[in-house]
């Protein structure tokens, strides 16, 4: 039986998932955040948790009343931010923007579930680092780049489970190559971050020229739990180093 209920928690527990990882992760790359500004991103985090289904399942009719109004909801916090803070905070949650504007596109075109708006749909969530960032600290390019790690892994990961299912047509090498690209954060940030990039481009090289095909549910679902497990242990290495970065203990 659908959920019809405006506020609720995303029956999709890895959107809820990278969305926490996003908030956590700017936490930890902002450690000298003042309480109001961690009570407003709080807020933000909260209201995108809680809504991020609503909005997403009538995506393709935006101009419903109910819509716009859970909009206006979720962006007055941002105003908010934007009058304590300056416009860097409309600068890091234009990243989000964009890539909802072009899942917009793709959900009008009931192409919602497409490969491509899947990724977009998960980009949104991993890009608002970028914005809970912006609140708590404000942005300089360590914290750029830490987010790029982020934001890479999660769209390479996407990719790769959906290169993985018999009914994409999506080439195993996609993965690998957009991920590959976050290493040229390397010509800023300090080499210890590669630390957690190792075990996803071992998996995607493997993929890349290995790739077997799943198709019963089992295995898909298998595969997802897996996936997710690896999402957060990734998460949690580049957590740590984060945080050990901020408190100049390496």
Request: hydrophobic letters at 55%; one cysteine or more.
């Amino acid at each position: 039986m659908p959920n019809n209920s405006i506020f609720r928690f995303p029956k999709e527990k890895s959107s809820a998932g990278i969305l926490t990882f996003s908030f956590l992760l700017a936490i930890f790359s902002s450690l000298n955040f003042k309480w109001p500004s961690f009570l407003l991103a709080l807020i933000s985090y909260l209201l995108f948790l809680l809504t991020f289904d609503f909005l997403f399942e009538n995506s393709v009719k935006p101009f419903n009343i109910s819509y716009i109004a859970i909009l206006l909801l979720d962006v007055a916090p941002i105003f908010v931010s934007i009058a304590l803070n300056g416009m860097i905070v409309l600068l890091g949650f234009l990243p989000s923007l964009v890539c909802a504007a072009i899942y917009l596109y793709y959900a009008i075109k009931r192409k919602g579930r497409s490969a491509q708006a899947l990724v977009l749909g998960s980009s949104i969530l991993a890009s608002l680092y970028y914005y809970f960032t912006s609140i708590l600290s404000g942005l300089n390019l360590t914290k750029v780049l830490i987010g790029f790690l982020l934001f890479s892994y999660n769209t390479a990961q996407v990719l790769y489970v959906e290169s993985r299912l018999t009914f994409r047509k999506i080439s195993p090498k996609y993965p690998l190559v957009i991920f590959l690209i976050s290493f040229l954060a390397f010509i800023y940030l300090p080499l210890y971050f590669v630390i957690p990039l190792i075990e996803p481009s071992l998996t995607l090289s493997i993929n890349a020229f290995k790739n077997r095909k799943l198709n019963k549910y089992e295995e898909i679902n298998a595969l997802g739990i897996k996936e997710f497990i690896r999402y957060f242990a990734f998460f949690i290495v580049l957590c740590s180093i984060t945080v050990l970065y901020e408190l100049n203990i390496i």
